[in-house]
Protein backbone atom coordinates (compact mmCIF):
# COMPACT_ATOMS: atom_id res chain seq x y z
CA UNK A 1 0.00 0.00 0.00
CA UNK A 2 3.10 2.21 0.06
CA UNK A 3 3.09 3.04 -3.31
CA UNK A 4 -0.75 3.76 -3.63
CA UNK A 5 -1.75 7.52 -3.73
CA UNK A 6 -2.78 8.09 -0.33
CA UNK A 7 -5.99 9.86 0.57
CA UNK A 8 -6.39 11.91 4.19
CA UNK A 9 -9.57 12.66 4.78
CA UNK A 10 -10.34 14.73 7.71
CA UNK A 11 -13.34 14.32 9.73
CA UNK A 12 -16.14 11.01 10.05
CA UNK A 13 -19.05 12.72 9.60
CA UNK A 14 -21.48 11.97 7.25
CA UNK A 15 -19.55 13.19 4.29
CA UNK A 16 -16.44 11.92 5.19
CA UNK A 17 -17.84 8.32 6.34
CA UNK A 18 -19.46 7.73 2.60
CA UNK A 19 -16.28 9.04 0.68
CA UNK A 20 -14.60 6.07 2.79
CA UNK A 21 -16.69 3.48 2.05
CA UNK A 22 -16.78 4.39 -1.24
CA UNK A 23 -12.87 4.38 -2.10
CA UNK A 24 -12.84 0.64 -0.90
CA UNK A 25 -12.07 -0.96 -4.64
CA UNK A 26 -9.74 1.92 -5.57
CA UNK A 27 -5.97 1.33 -5.37
CA UNK A 28 -5.65 3.78 -2.72
CA UNK A 29 -4.26 4.10 0.77
CA UNK A 30 -6.88 5.69 2.44
CA UNK A 31 -6.70 7.86 6.08
CA UNK A 32 -9.52 8.80 8.37
CA UNK A 33 -8.64 11.56 10.38
CA UNK A 34 -11.20 12.62 13.08
CA UNK A 35 -10.73 14.03 16.77
CA UNK A 36 -13.78 11.19 18.16
CA UNK A 37 -13.13 7.20 17.45
CA UNK A 38 -16.91 7.61 16.65
CA UNK A 39 -19.36 8.31 13.99
CA UNK A 40 -22.94 9.92 15.50
CA UNK A 41 -25.49 10.68 13.67
CA UNK A 42 -26.48 14.60 14.32
CA UNK A 43 -30.64 14.34 13.50
CA UNK A 44 -30.93 12.25 16.34
CA UNK A 45 -28.82 14.46 18.62
CA UNK A 46 -31.87 15.86 20.26
CA UNK A 47 -33.32 12.40 21.20
CA UNK A 48 -30.01 12.00 23.38
CA UNK A 49 -30.62 15.41 25.28
CA UNK A 50 -33.99 14.42 26.09
CA UNK A 51 -33.97 11.30 27.74
CA UNK A 52 -35.48 9.54 24.65
CA UNK A 53 -32.11 7.32 23.76
CA UNK A 54 -28.97 6.28 24.90
CA UNK A 55 -25.28 7.66 23.18
CA UNK A 56 -24.65 4.63 22.21
CA UNK A 57 -28.14 4.59 19.93
CA UNK A 58 -26.73 7.28 17.57
CA UNK A 59 -22.91 6.69 17.96
CA UNK A 60 -20.93 4.04 16.26
CA UNK A 61 -17.39 3.19 15.96
CA UNK A 62 -15.09 4.28 13.38
CA UNK A 63 -12.77 1.37 13.62
CA UNK A 64 -15.75 -0.73 13.60
CA UNK A 65 -17.54 0.58 10.47
CA UNK A 66 -14.25 0.07 8.55
CA UNK A 67 -12.96 -3.27 9.82
CA UNK A 68 -13.03 -4.92 6.58
CA UNK A 69 -11.86 -2.42 4.51
CA UNK A 70 -8.25 -2.90 3.70
CA UNK A 71 -7.38 0.00 2.50
CA UNK A 72 -9.09 2.30 5.14
CA UNK A 73 -6.68 3.02 7.96
CA UNK A 74 -8.31 5.45 10.87
CA UNK A 75 -6.65 7.88 13.48
CA UNK A 76 -7.90 9.36 16.07
CA UNK A 77 -6.03 13.00 16.55
CA UNK A 78 -6.59 16.75 16.21
CA UNK A 79 -5.56 18.65 12.91
CA UNK A 80 -3.75 21.81 13.77
CA UNK A 81 -2.74 23.17 10.41
CA UNK A 82 -2.76 22.28 6.38
CA UNK A 83 0.44 22.87 4.92
CA UNK A 84 -1.17 22.78 1.20
CA UNK A 85 2.10 23.83 -0.69
CA UNK A 86 3.84 20.81 0.42
CA UNK A 87 0.89 18.48 0.92
CA UNK A 88 0.92 17.67 4.82
CA UNK A 89 -0.97 18.02 7.76
CA UNK A 90 0.29 19.01 11.16
CA UNK A 91 -1.72 16.64 13.67
CA UNK A 92 -1.69 15.80 17.46
CA UNK A 93 0.38 12.69 16.31
CA UNK A 94 2.31 14.07 13.91
CA UNK A 95 2.98 15.25 10.45
CA UNK A 96 0.88 13.74 7.65
CA UNK A 97 1.68 13.32 4.03
CA UNK A 98 -0.95 13.18 1.41
CA UNK A 99 -1.55 13.09 -2.44
CA UNK A 100 -5.27 14.15 -1.85
CA UNK A 101 -6.47 15.68 0.92
CA UNK A 102 -10.79 15.87 1.32
CA UNK A 103 -11.33 18.08 4.62
CA UNK A 104 -15.15 16.92 5.79
CA UNK A 105 -14.86 18.71 8.91
CA UNK A 106 -18.41 19.73 8.99
CA UNK A 107 -19.54 23.00 11.17
CA UNK A 108 -20.08 24.23 14.25
CA UNK A 109 -22.75 26.29 16.45
CA UNK A 110 -22.80 30.10 14.72
CA UNK A 111 -23.37 31.83 17.95
CA UNK A 112 -23.28 35.18 15.53
CA UNK A 113 -22.71 38.50 18.13
CA UNK A 114 -22.67 36.12 21.35
CA UNK A 115 -19.74 34.69 21.55
CA UNK A 116 -18.90 36.24 24.55
CA UNK A 117 -22.01 34.34 26.27
CA UNK A 118 -21.73 30.98 25.05
CA UNK A 119 -20.39 29.56 28.39
CA UNK A 120 -23.98 30.56 29.19
CA UNK A 121 -25.98 28.96 27.28
CA UNK A 122 -26.19 25.45 26.00
CA UNK A 123 -26.53 24.05 22.68
CA UNK A 124 -26.58 20.46 20.80
CA UNK A 125 -23.78 19.89 18.52
CA UNK A 126 -22.30 16.83 20.04
CA UNK A 127 -22.78 13.94 22.38
CA UNK A 128 -20.47 15.89 25.25
CA UNK A 129 -23.44 18.65 24.67
CA UNK A 130 -26.55 16.33 24.60
CA UNK A 131 -25.10 15.06 27.78
CA UNK A 132 -24.89 18.46 29.13
CA UNK A 133 -27.86 19.28 28.19
CA UNK A 134 -29.80 16.11 29.39
CA UNK A 135 -28.05 16.44 33.06
CA UNK A 136 -28.60 20.61 33.31
CA UNK A 137 -32.83 19.73 32.90
CA UNK A 138 -32.61 17.25 35.31
CA UNK A 139 -30.42 19.31 37.72
CA UNK A 140 -32.63 21.79 37.32
CA UNK A 141 -36.00 19.75 38.23
CA UNK A 142 -34.19 18.44 41.34
CA UNK A 143 -33.08 21.88 42.43
CA UNK A 144 -36.61 22.85 41.72
CA UNK A 145 -38.76 20.04 44.16
CA UNK A 146 -36.01 20.48 46.87
CA UNK A 147 -36.24 24.64 46.35
CA UNK A 148 -32.97 24.93 48.46
CA UNK A 149 -31.45 27.80 45.74
CA UNK A 150 -34.00 30.66 46.82
CA UNK A 151 -34.46 31.18 42.90
CA UNK A 152 -37.86 31.29 41.68
CA UNK A 153 -39.52 28.20 40.35
CA UNK A 154 -40.44 29.47 37.12
CA UNK A 155 -36.57 30.47 36.75
CA UNK A 156 -35.23 27.29 37.68
CA UNK A 157 -37.91 25.46 35.51
CA UNK A 158 -38.58 27.76 32.58
CA UNK A 159 -36.90 27.02 29.05
CA UNK A 160 -35.93 29.19 26.63
CA UNK A 161 -34.74 27.85 22.87
CA UNK A 162 -33.34 30.08 20.75
CA UNK A 163 -34.00 28.97 16.78
CA UNK A 164 -36.96 27.75 14.90
CA UNK A 165 -34.68 25.18 12.83
CA UNK A 166 -35.35 21.67 12.15
CA UNK A 167 -33.02 21.24 15.88
CA UNK A 168 -34.83 23.99 17.65
CA UNK A 169 -38.47 22.29 17.23
CA UNK A 170 -37.79 18.70 17.70
CA UNK A 171 -35.85 19.88 20.89
CA UNK A 172 -38.91 21.51 21.65
CA UNK A 173 -41.50 19.18 21.18
CA UNK A 174 -39.57 16.34 22.95
CA UNK A 175 -38.85 18.55 25.86
CA UNK A 176 -42.95 19.47 25.82
CA UNK A 177 -43.91 16.20 25.39
CA UNK A 178 -41.08 15.48 28.42
CA UNK A 179 -43.18 18.16 30.97
CA UNK A 180 -46.45 16.21 30.01
CA UNK A 181 -45.46 12.84 30.55
CA UNK A 182 -42.47 12.32 32.18
CA UNK A 183 -41.84 14.87 34.93
CA UNK A 184 -45.04 15.07 36.48
CA UNK A 185 -44.61 10.90 36.79
CA UNK A 186 -40.75 11.28 38.23
CA UNK A 187 -41.80 14.77 39.98
CA UNK A 188 -45.30 14.54 41.20
CA UNK A 189 -44.87 17.00 43.88
CA UNK A 190 -43.19 19.57 41.20
CA UNK A 191 -45.82 21.99 39.70
CA UNK A 192 -45.32 21.76 35.82
CA UNK A 193 -47.88 24.53 35.37
CA UNK A 194 -44.83 26.65 36.86
CA UNK A 195 -42.95 25.34 33.83
CA UNK A 196 -42.73 27.37 30.51
CA UNK A 197 -41.23 26.59 26.97
CA UNK A 198 -40.73 29.27 24.98
CA UNK A 199 -39.15 29.05 21.12
CA UNK A 200 -37.68 32.36 19.98
CA UNK A 201 -37.99 32.42 16.11
CA UNK A 202 -36.28 36.16 14.47
CA UNK A 203 -37.84 35.51 11.21
CA UNK A 204 -41.86 35.05 10.27
CA UNK A 205 -41.91 31.31 10.50
CA UNK A 206 -40.36 28.10 12.02
CA UNK A 207 -38.71 25.38 9.31
CA UNK A 208 -38.17 28.58 6.84
CA UNK A 209 -36.24 25.55 4.53
CA UNK A 210 -39.35 24.09 4.41
CA UNK A 211 -42.70 24.74 2.65
CA UNK A 212 -45.21 27.03 4.15
CA UNK A 213 -47.54 24.69 5.35
CA UNK A 214 -44.83 22.16 6.73
CA UNK A 215 -44.12 25.88 8.79
CA UNK A 216 -47.66 26.25 10.27
CA UNK A 217 -48.24 22.93 10.79
CA UNK A 218 -45.40 22.63 12.47
CA UNK A 219 -45.99 25.78 14.41
CA UNK A 220 -49.62 24.51 15.54
CA UNK A 221 -47.82 20.85 16.42
CA UNK A 222 -45.71 22.98 18.92
CA UNK A 223 -48.36 24.80 20.31
CA UNK A 224 -50.91 22.13 21.11
CA UNK A 225 -48.10 20.87 22.92
CA UNK A 226 -47.62 23.45 25.23
CA UNK A 227 -45.19 25.59 23.31
CA UNK A 228 -44.64 29.41 23.41
CA UNK A 229 -43.72 29.91 19.76
CA UNK A 230 -42.98 33.51 19.48
CA UNK A 231 -42.25 34.73 15.76
CA UNK A 232 -40.32 37.66 14.66
CA UNK A 233 -38.70 37.50 18.40
CA UNK A 234 -35.07 38.51 17.88
CA UNK A 235 -32.57 37.80 21.50
CA UNK A 236 -30.34 40.91 21.87
CA UNK A 237 -29.22 39.80 25.05
CA UNK A 238 -29.36 36.90 28.11
CA UNK A 239 -27.99 38.35 31.97
CA UNK A 240 -29.33 38.20 35.15
CA UNK A 241 -30.88 34.79 34.09
CA UNK A 242 -32.96 36.73 32.24
CA UNK A 243 -33.58 36.53 28.33
CA UNK A 244 -34.05 40.17 26.83
CA UNK A 245 -35.51 40.48 23.43
CA UNK A 246 -35.23 43.36 21.25
CA UNK A 247 -38.61 45.08 22.31
CA UNK A 248 -37.84 44.83 25.88
CA UNK A 249 -39.57 41.62 27.07
CA UNK A 250 -37.75 39.52 29.51
CA UNK A 251 -38.50 35.78 30.29
CA UNK A 252 -36.90 34.33 33.36
CA UNK A 253 -34.91 31.06 32.95
CA UNK A 254 -32.15 29.56 34.23
CA UNK A 255 -31.72 27.05 31.06
CA UNK A 256 -30.82 28.84 27.38
CA UNK A 257 -30.62 26.21 24.46
CA UNK A 258 -28.82 27.68 21.65
CA UNK A 259 -29.82 26.03 17.86
CA UNK A 260 -29.92 29.21 15.86
CA UNK A 261 -27.42 28.38 13.70
CA UNK A 262 -23.92 26.70 12.57
CA UNK A 263 -20.72 27.93 10.61
CA UNK A 264 -18.51 26.12 8.83
CA UNK A 265 -15.18 24.57 10.52
CA UNK A 266 -12.29 24.72 8.33
CA UNK A 267 -9.11 23.76 8.98
CA UNK A 268 -6.15 26.24 9.88
CA UNK A 269 -3.87 27.44 7.04
CA UNK A 270 -6.25 27.79 4.14
CA UNK A 271 -5.48 31.09 2.45
CA UNK A 272 -8.04 33.69 2.83
CA UNK A 273 -9.01 33.91 -0.41
CA UNK A 274 -11.14 30.28 -0.52
CA UNK A 275 -12.53 31.12 2.52
CA UNK A 276 -16.37 32.52 2.17
CA UNK A 277 -18.93 33.94 4.63
CA UNK A 278 -20.10 31.61 7.43
CA UNK A 279 -16.33 30.12 7.44
CA UNK A 280 -16.91 27.63 4.37
CA UNK A 281 -14.60 26.61 1.97
CA UNK A 282 -14.71 27.82 -1.87
CA UNK A 283 -14.85 25.33 -3.96
CA UNK A 284 -15.19 24.19 -7.80
CA UNK A 285 -18.45 22.09 -9.54
CA UNK A 286 -16.23 19.23 -8.77
CA UNK A 287 -15.53 19.72 -5.00
CA UNK A 288 -12.14 20.81 -5.59
CA UNK A 289 -11.01 23.86 -3.24
CA UNK A 290 -10.02 27.06 -5.38
CA UNK A 291 -6.55 27.22 -6.69
CA UNK A 292 -5.46 23.86 -5.02
CA UNK A 293 -5.21 20.55 -7.52
CA UNK A 294 -5.02 18.61 -4.74
CA UNK A 295 -7.13 19.68 -1.71
CA UNK A 296 -11.26 18.90 -2.27
CA UNK A 297 -14.21 19.66 0.50
CA UNK A 298 -17.12 18.17 1.01
CA UNK A 299 -20.29 18.45 3.47
CA UNK A 300 -21.26 21.63 5.60
CA UNK A 301 -17.65 23.41 5.43
CA UNK A 302 -17.86 23.61 1.28
CA UNK A 303 -19.55 25.88 -0.95
CA UNK A 304 -20.16 25.97 -4.51
CA UNK A 305 -21.14 29.64 -5.30
CA UNK A 306 -23.24 29.51 -8.42
CA UNK A 307 -26.15 30.91 -10.21
CA UNK A 308 -28.39 28.08 -8.89
CA UNK A 309 -26.78 28.32 -5.83
CA UNK A 310 -26.07 31.74 -4.71
CA UNK A 311 -25.34 30.67 -1.22
CA UNK A 312 -24.01 27.20 -1.70
CA UNK A 313 -25.99 23.92 -1.18
CA UNK A 314 -27.35 23.43 2.10
CA UNK A 315 -25.68 22.51 5.25
CA UNK A 316 -27.87 19.16 5.51
CA UNK A 317 -25.98 15.22 5.55
CA UNK A 318 -27.62 14.40 2.57
CA UNK A 319 -25.36 16.71 0.23
CA UNK A 320 -22.61 15.62 2.58
CA UNK A 321 -23.31 12.07 1.76
CA UNK A 322 -24.27 12.36 -1.95
CA UNK A 323 -20.49 14.56 -2.31
CA UNK A 324 -18.93 11.74 -0.82
CA UNK A 325 -20.24 9.19 -2.86
CA UNK A 326 -19.05 11.54 -6.17
CA UNK A 327 -16.04 12.36 -5.06
CA UNK A 328 -15.10 8.86 -4.67
CA UNK A 329 -15.88 8.31 -8.51
CA UNK A 330 -14.08 11.77 -9.24
CA UNK A 331 -11.03 10.58 -7.29
CA UNK A 332 -11.02 7.47 -9.65
CA UNK A 333 -11.30 9.60 -12.93
CA UNK A 334 -8.41 11.42 -12.10
CA UNK A 335 -6.17 7.93 -10.89
CA UNK A 336 -7.27 7.22 -14.77
CA UNK A 337 -6.25 10.46 -16.06
CA UNK A 338 -9.69 11.52 -17.04
CA UNK A 339 -11.48 14.28 -16.79
CA UNK A 340 -13.88 15.14 -13.32
CA UNK A 341 -17.59 15.51 -13.58
CA UNK A 342 -19.36 18.02 -11.99
CA UNK A 343 -21.55 17.69 -8.93
CA UNK A 344 -25.24 17.53 -8.75
CA UNK A 345 -27.01 17.76 -5.99
CA UNK A 346 -30.75 15.59 -5.78
CA UNK A 347 -32.86 17.22 -3.56
CA UNK A 348 -34.98 14.29 -2.12
CA UNK A 349 -36.83 16.26 -0.07
CA UNK A 350 -36.75 17.72 4.11
CA UNK A 351 -38.49 15.97 7.25
CA UNK A 352 -38.93 17.20 10.48
CA UNK A 353 -40.65 15.71 13.75
CA UNK A 354 -42.58 17.50 16.41
CA UNK A 355 -43.32 14.92 18.87
CA UNK A 356 -44.82 12.14 19.13
CA UNK A 357 -46.73 10.96 15.98
CA UNK A 358 -46.49 14.53 14.70
CA UNK A 359 -43.81 15.25 11.88
CA UNK A 360 -43.74 17.26 8.42
CA UNK A 361 -42.41 16.26 5.31
CA UNK A 362 -41.50 17.71 2.26
CA UNK A 363 -40.82 15.11 -0.47
CA UNK A 364 -40.02 16.73 -4.22
CA UNK A 365 -43.46 16.04 -5.54
CA UNK A 366 -45.39 14.98 -1.98
CA UNK A 367 -46.00 17.02 1.38
CA UNK A 368 -47.85 15.89 3.71
CA UNK A 369 -47.94 16.04 7.78
CA UNK A 370 -49.18 13.58 10.79
CA UNK A 371 -48.95 10.41 12.38
CA UNK A 372 -47.70 9.16 8.52
CA UNK A 373 -44.89 11.26 8.26
CA UNK A 374 -43.54 10.45 11.50
CA UNK A 375 -43.71 6.96 10.52
CA UNK A 376 -42.07 8.00 7.23
CA UNK A 377 -39.57 9.86 9.38
CA UNK A 378 -38.65 7.23 11.88
CA UNK A 379 -38.16 4.68 9.07
CA UNK A 380 -35.76 6.87 7.68
CA UNK A 381 -34.11 7.45 10.37
CA UNK A 382 -33.40 4.09 11.86
CA UNK A 383 -32.19 2.83 8.44
CA UNK A 384 -29.68 5.51 8.00
CA UNK A 385 -27.87 4.65 11.55
CA UNK A 386 -24.79 2.63 11.29
CA UNK A 387 -24.64 -0.67 13.01
CA UNK A 388 -27.66 -2.87 13.02
CA UNK A 389 -27.60 -3.17 16.95
CA UNK A 390 -28.17 1.18 16.92
CA UNK A 391 -31.30 0.55 14.58
CA UNK A 392 -32.93 -2.16 17.03
CA UNK A 393 -31.78 -0.02 20.23
CA UNK A 394 -33.18 3.12 18.96
CA UNK A 395 -36.19 1.22 17.42
CA UNK A 396 -36.54 -0.34 20.86
CA UNK A 397 -36.57 2.43 22.74
CA UNK A 398 -39.05 4.59 20.71
CA UNK A 399 -41.82 1.78 20.59
CA UNK A 400 -41.23 1.98 24.52
CA UNK A 401 -42.08 5.26 24.45
CA UNK A 402 -45.01 5.26 21.95
CA UNK A 403 -46.91 2.92 24.25
CA UNK A 404 -45.43 4.10 27.68
CA UNK A 405 -45.70 7.92 27.03
CA UNK A 406 -42.56 7.95 28.86
CA UNK A 407 -38.66 8.64 28.23
CA UNK A 408 -37.38 6.80 30.80
CA UNK A 409 -33.56 7.91 30.29
CA UNK A 410 -33.03 10.39 32.71
CA UNK A 411 -30.22 9.68 34.45
CA UNK A 412 -27.83 12.49 35.85
CA UNK A 413 -25.01 10.36 35.60
CA UNK A 414 -21.98 12.80 34.89
CA UNK A 415 -23.27 16.59 36.43
CA UNK A 416 -23.02 19.51 34.49
CA UNK A 417 -22.07 22.58 36.26
CA UNK A 418 -22.19 25.85 33.92
CA UNK A 419 -19.67 27.50 36.60
CA UNK A 420 -17.45 25.29 36.24
CA UNK A 421 -17.52 25.53 32.63
CA UNK A 422 -17.45 29.30 32.75
CA UNK A 423 -14.10 29.54 34.56
CA UNK A 424 -12.92 26.77 32.15
CA UNK A 425 -13.22 29.11 29.59
CA UNK A 426 -11.55 32.08 31.11
CA UNK A 427 -8.06 29.70 30.53
CA UNK A 428 -8.00 30.23 26.95
CA UNK A 429 -9.53 27.84 23.97
CA UNK A 430 -9.16 23.97 24.31
CA UNK A 431 -8.54 21.44 21.48
CA UNK A 432 -9.76 21.98 18.30
CA UNK A 433 -10.86 25.66 19.07
Not at 24 to 38: Q, S
Not at 73 to 95: Q, Y
Not at 233 to 261: E, K
Not at 322 to 332: S, T
Request: proline fraction near 6%; charged fraction near 20%.
Amino acid sequence: MENKPQVVIVGAGFGGIELARSLRRLPVDVLLIDRNNYHNFQPLMYQVATGGLEPDSIAYPVRRIFRRFRNVRCRMAEVSLVDWERSRLFTSIGTVPYDYLVIATGSRTNYFNFESLQDRMLTLKSLPDALNLRSFVYQNLEKAIANYSGEPLEEIMNIAIVGGGPAGIELAGALAEMKKHVIPRDFPDLDTSLMSINLYQSGDRVLKAMSEIASEKAREYLEDLGVNVLLNSRVADYRDDQVHLSDGTRFPTDTVIWTAGVRAAPLNGLPESCLLKGNRIAVDPCNRVAGMDNVFAIGDVAACIAEATPRGLPMLAPVAQQQGRHLAGNLGRLLRRRDLVPFVYRDRGAMATVGRARAVADLPNWKFQGTFAWVVWMAVHIYSLVGFRNKLSALYHWAFNYLSYDRPLGLIIRPYRREAQDAASDSGPGPGD
